[in-house]
């Protein structure tokens, strides 16, 4: 057992060791070269099973070459030299590039240039931050370096990526860079030298230190100031700006996404801009197209509604001919709160630098009323402004900020329904037929609801109407029978509906509707008012003349047409065989309309003739 443990062999080695010395006897010295063979191979075996950590065992420790630890050596030194070569570049790229950064844009802005920092990180080639850039002017550089006057231009931060290699070269080239919090205050012209003047010759045939593809610039305010007492600068909010090839001399693509306060809304443009003009940015041309969606309509007091616009521009800053539709599906004015949709077909003139907007025409669409607009929606403390004060029922300029609206609106195609529905809280609307129509409407700046600051003139039209309400077409139908002499009909069950005409000129103001003249016709009489209707429906007070075909007694039956001969000659007046003063009054729920009976009995007791409308029509 100790043998079998020390050899670490088990029964069946002892029993092949037994065989092998019987086997040796008998063979004799061959046997035992030949065993000895054996013992070296079964040693080799052992060796190359045990694998070569057991080698290293049996044949002692060996030692690691020396091409190794010089490799090893070689790989250490190689980054320490990278390492110090990364550390000097970037030491002394911070200040080269920001020295061409300068050099750059003072020889382009002849402007003194500050940039508080600028830092360099080498990851996927150099990656350049900088924050604090001024502008002091744009062409004044010996002025704007005297004084300590406030930067045109500011930049709050700005980044670009570049080449390693392109940083020595004498013109760098920049993909893209991105600019963000930019505020560029243009002083009045007066104050100011040219905007990016012309170079000249000899600037022309200097290169540029860094030439740029794309400037993507967000975060932007556009300050434009003024000289004139009592006007307030002009602010544009510009969410995003993307130029391409940027460059003196030449257009260059852009793309633009601009903060519209009201209605609040982005508008996205794009297209190209320049050869910039500075001597006279207005003369800078400029063309594309834009889209406004899902502008908020009651941001504008007094008016509601989302609308959508698109279109095309074209012309210089100073004078954008623009041409484009607009869409509201649910449009509506506060004192009716009746969504309506509205849709219009323009061509504008947009002052781009001011905002003024001349309308050459606006085909719009409301309902089932087809309008034709022109006019203006300028500052009210510009040229345009005062201009539309002086022309506008006898107004003066405006001293409050904001804008002017005036219109001229024409109408061959309307429906009284639609601007009875759109204007007046009354459900359903009052009277139902076509319509033309002749207005101007003026809407003066203030804070105060659209509805009450809006005013409008104008005459209308309207032909083959009828009343909505079954209680005022019934009293119509009936005075209608009896004003043409048959009374027997005059009642709901017999009473045929009749369609009526009518025309006049009116005034809105104030949340009311004034009419000075209403002539209403219908078979067998006519009826002259003047009064006004209240636009929230409470309101309704006309008083006039109604002048019928038949006499008075003839309008009545049995004792009452009797009784009623003997007025018939006070009654009669002008051709009429009835001439009496009526009255209009009443609320859209409870509506009346009946005689005058005091203005009547006086007529009757003095027999004094009633003042007419000159050319007063026939009944």
Avoid at 6 to 20: D, E, I, K, V
Avoid at 49 to 59: F, Q
Avoid at 318 to 333: H, K, S, W
Avoid at 559 to 565: E, P
Wanted: charged letters at 20%; one cysteine or more; hydrophobic letters at 40%.
């Amino acid at each position: 057992m100790g043998a079998w443990i020390g050899t670490g062999a088990g029964p069946a080695a002892s029993y092949l060791a037994a065989r092998r010395s019987f086997r040796r006897r008998d063979a004799g010295p061959h046997w035992e070269q030949a065993a000895s063979l054996g013992a070296q191979d079964h040693s080799v075996n052992k060796t190359e099973a045990a694998g070569p950590g057991r080698a290293s065992l049996d044949g002692g420790r060996r030692r690691v070459p020396r091409w190794l630890v010089w490799g090893c050596g070689v790989v250490l030194v190689l980054l320490l030299i990278a390492g110090v070569a990364v550390a000097y570049v970037v030491h002394n790229a911070e200040p080269i590039l920001r020295r061409k950064v300068i050099a750059t844009l003072e020889q382009r802005f002849h402007s003194r240039v500050d940039l508080d920092a600028l830092h360099i990180s080498l990851w996927r080639g150099i990656r350049v931050e900088g924050d604090g850039l001024r502008i002091f002017s744009f062409g004044e550089k010996e002025s704007a370096a005297a004084g300590n006057q406030a930067p045109m231009l500011s930049v709050r931060d700005f980044r670009f990526r570049a080449g390693l290699m392109e940083l020595f070269e004498p013109t760098m080239r920049v993909r893209e860079v991105d600019v963000e919090g930019m505020q560029l205050h243009i002083p009045p012209k007066p104050e100011r030298a040219p905007l990016l003047p012309k170079q000249t010759p000899d600037e022309s045939g200097k290169k540029l230190s860094i030439v740029v593809g794309r400037v993507v610039c967000s975060d932007i305010t556009l300050t434009i100031e003024t000289d004139k007492p009592g006007k307030l600068p002009l602010v544009f909010l510009i969410r995003d700006v993307t130029l391409h090839d940027a460059g003196p001399g030449k257009a260059f693509p852009f793309e633009a996404t601009l903060v519209n306060a009201k209605p609040v809304g982005d508008i996205h443009a794009r297209g190209q801009i320049g050869p910039w003009q500075g001597d006279d940015p207005r003369e800078t041309p400029v063309d594309g197209s834009y889209s406004f969606t899902h502008a908020d309509l009651g941001t504008i007091k007094g008016i509601s509604g989302t609308l959508s616009s698109t279109g095309k521009f074209s012309g210089t800053l100073g004078e954008i001919g623009v041409t484009g539709t607009t869409a509201t599906p649910n449009f509506a004015l506060d004192v009716s709160g009746h969504p309506m949709d509205l849709e219009t077909q323009f061509d504008a003139t947009v002052d781009g630098l001011t905002g003024d907007t001349l309308l050459h025409r606006v085909h719009a669409t409301l309902g089932h009323t087809v309008l034709e607009v022109k006019g203006m929606v300028v500052r009210a403390a510009g040229p345009y402004g005062a201009e539309a004060a002086g022309r506008a029922f006898g107004g003066s300029p405006s001293s409050a900020p904001g804008h002017i609206i005036e219109i001229a609106v024409t109408s061959d195609h309307a429906r009284i329904e639609d601007l009875l529905w759109l204007a007046v809280k009354t459900e359903p609307p009052l009277m139902r037929g076509p319509m033309t129509l002749q207005a101007k409407l003026r809407i003066p700046p203030g804070h105060v609801s659209v509805t009450e600051k809006m005013q409008v003139e104008g005459t209308f039209t309207i032909h083959d109407a009828s009343f909505s309400n079954p209680r005022w077409q019934e009293t119509v139908d009936k005075l209608s029978e009896r004003a043409s002499g048959n009374p027997e009909q005059a009642n709901a069950q017999q009473a045929k509906p009749v369609a009526s005409d009518m025309s006049g000129a009116f005034s809105l103001a104030g949340g009311a509707l004034h009419v000075s003249k209403l002539n209403y016709r219908m078979p067998g009489a006519t009826v002259d008012l003047a009064g006004k209707y209240g636009l929230d429906g409470k309101t309704f007070d006309f008083d006039g003349t109604v002048r019928t075909k038949a006499t008075m007694s003839q309008m009545l039956t049995g004792w009452k047409s009797i009784l009623a001969m003997p007025f018939d000659p006070l009654l009669k007046k002008d051709g009429a065989g009835v001439q009496v003063p009526i009255k209009i009054d009443g609320t859209r729920s409870d509506p009346k309309i009946g005689l005058d009976l005091g203005k009547l009995g006086s007529q009757i007791v003095s027999g004094h003739k009633q003042p007419q409308p000159q050319n007063a029509p026939k009944p």
